[in-house]
């Protein structure tokens, strides 16, 4: 069935990660990942692929529980405290030890419902639009802006090197599960995850060296020769 509807070889399809031990922190970077980190070496300063997810609360917030549950996402997810490095000539991805996620806090209590949305705004965006150092830091800033005593909005901004926005879709899930554990001190009722992005891109290497890149490379040359420009309406 998929190659019936899959019309790609089977050496260039992504091939299925398996399980890794843990002690393992080095790891190449996907095929995605380096167009990605590419980008960001031809220029720092672009933000055109930050990905930002904002949360309002209206109700009580247990500050110390949302720090709880943002420390326990990163330890569970390796891809949200990864750096991407330089080794010798080739970029690597390095997984860092969990530690506390910092929360960055903002105060604004405005008075009116427009004064809330303008100041929300206000508060995220120099982290929106502030980019990220891909080498020193993890790829992952969270803001909580406090607007009066029970109306809060989070902020999530994630770098598209690691994640999209399906995967942003089970962060949230698994933050307010996380939080909800945290609030009643029960375990939190999520899956064993037996494999981490790194995972993922060991695989993909083991599939596609070099011989293979350059093989893919001139299947979709000849697959896309001649393919006319796509013509997109500008309104």
Known sequence: ????????????????????????????????????????????????????????????????????ALDALTARHEILRTRFVVVGDEPRQVVDPPAPVPLVRHDVSPAGEDD?????????????????????????????????EHEHALCLVLHHIAG??????????????????????????LPFLAIQYGDHARAEESRLGPDEREQAYVHWRDRLAGAEPLRLPLD
Do not use: C
């Open 1 to 68: 069935m998929t190659a019936a509807v899959d019309p790609t070889p089977a050496p260039f399809r992504a091939p299925t990660p398996t399980h890794s031990p843990r002690p393992a922190t080095d790891y190449p970077l996907t095929v995605d990942q380096r167009r990605l980190w590419f980008l960001q070496q031809l220029d720092p300063a672009d933000t055109g692929y930050h990905l930002y997810l904002v949360r309002r609360w209206r109700g009580p917030l247990d500050v110390g529980a949302l720090r709880t």
């Open 116 to 148: 809330v949305e303008r100041a929300l705004t206000g508060a995220v965006a120099p982290y929106v639009n502030t980019p990220f150092d891909l080498a020193a830091g993890p790829p992952l800033r969270a803001v909580l802006v406090r607007a009066g």
């Open 164 to 189: 999209d926005g399906w995967s942003a879709g089970v962060l949230w899930h698994e933050l307010l599960t996380l939080y909800g554990a945290a609030l009643t001190d029960s375990v939190p009722q």
